[in-house]
């Protein structure tokens, strides 16, 4: 994931500001008089998102920032200059030791260099219980090897110095095709990293529960007390019985309060879109299990040092290692499913379930 601090001085650079990032969280940049208004900011900066007394509110500044964000996803398209990155490999090394089929096996075919399209989707994501966090997330495609980068920050280092502009870098429906992909991929990371916010959630829920329920308790229990010592006055132990009926009722409608207030609610909206065309070293497969075989590409990022891993088929996850099934789809291993019936093995890509039904 891209940190705040590095969108941060991103969207910064991006409306012609001067800044400075130094370790740890400090910023510092010398604002255009427009952008200094819309953030109601002097026109020197200084932030500093170190965890300490006296650190700025990350939570804050990205409400202010969303001031400077363009009205729709931003899409900014460039390629790599320097050719040269896509330096020779040893291909066949590189396949024996990266790529993991576990029903299959693949012959390589050729070893060439080639240009591929990458797409790094940046999501802004809130995350709402009974407080309010901000976060952005960070996902890279590879368009033509349909790969995923495990690494996006660190690539992006790696290339950052070396961009020029290029209009025609990646087509509008290049983004298209691709952007559910980077959707499902975001959901699934995000998700792992609310996992902390939600045990925190769920540990203050049953601490509040466990309040209201004693409450509640002791209440029901005077209202019993009172209806037995009234129970040769019809009318009396009447009106005790409702008592404790609206009792019930309070005790319901506060518990469900509770889960409300503790509940968490996660909205993800794309904030930004860099298409980037980059050298790769390209290997061309043949995928083969039983009798069947299908041409197949990978891409080695000469950045990273790294073969990608394709994306499922069916769920677009990162299929590593690989699985295919008899029609060779390729598939991660929660899509490669045995089944808890017939003990079968099913292809999530060919069908939703078990042809046992």
Not at 127 to 134: G, H
Not at 181 to 208: F, S
Not at 319 to 332: D, G, K, S, T, V
Not at 339 to 353: G, I
Request: positive net charge; proline residues 5%.
């Amino acid at each position: 994931m891209i940190g705040v601090q590095d969108w941060v001085c991103d969207l910064l650079m991006s409306r012609g500001a001067l800044v400075e990032s130094e370790e740890e969280g400090r910023i510092r940049a010398m604002l255009p008089a427009d952008t200094a208004a819309r953030l109601g900011a002097s026109e020197w900066l200084s932030l500093d998102f170190r965890p300490r007394p006296g650190g700025d509110d990350a939570a804050d500044w990205l409400e202010r920032l969303e001031r400077i964000l363009p009205a729709h996803p931003l899409v900014v398209r460039a390629r790599v200059r320097n050719p040269s990155l896509a330096t020779r490999v040893d291909a066949a090394a590189a396949l024996a030791s990266e790529l993991a089929i576990q029903n299959g096996i693949y012959r390589l075919v050729e070893d060439l260099p080639a240009t591929a399209t990458y797409l790094f989707f940046t999501f802004q994501y809130t995350v709402e219980s009974d407080d309010r966090s901000l976060g952005f997330f960070t996902v890279c495609l590879n368009a033509d090897a349909r790969s995923v980068v495990t690494l996006p920050e660190a690539f992006l280092r790696g290339i950052r110095e070396h961009l020029d502009e290029d209009p025609s870098a990646a087509a509008p429906e290049v983004l298209a095709r691709l952007y559910p992909a980077a959707a499902r991929v975001t959901q699934t990371a995000i998700r792992e990293r609310v996992t902390e916010i939600e045990d925190n959630a769920n540990r203050r829920l049953a601490r509040d529960t466990e309040r209201v329920e004693s409450y509640y308790q002791g209440l029901l229990a005077q209202i019993e007390k009172r209806t037995a010592k009234r129970a040769n006055d019809p009318a009396a132990a009447e009106k005790e019985r409702g008592r404790a009926s609206a009792t019930q009722a309070d005790r319901v409608a506060k518990l469900e309060d509770l889960r409300r207030k503790y509940s968490l609610r996660i909205q993800a909206d794309l904030a930004l879109v860099l298409a980037v065309r980059a050298p790769v070293r390209q290997m061309s497969l043949r995928l083969i299990r039983k009798r069947e075989e299908r041409p197949h590409i990978l891409h080695w990022n000469p950045v990273l040092r790294t073969l990608e891993s394709p994306l499922c088929e069916h769920c677009s996850a990162r299929a590593h290692p690989l699985y295919l099934c008899e029609r060779l789809h390729c598939l991660c291993k929660d899509c490669w499913t045995q089944c808890p019936t017939c003990s079968k093995f099913f292809c999530r890509a060919c069908q939703p379930r078990c042809k046992c039904g």
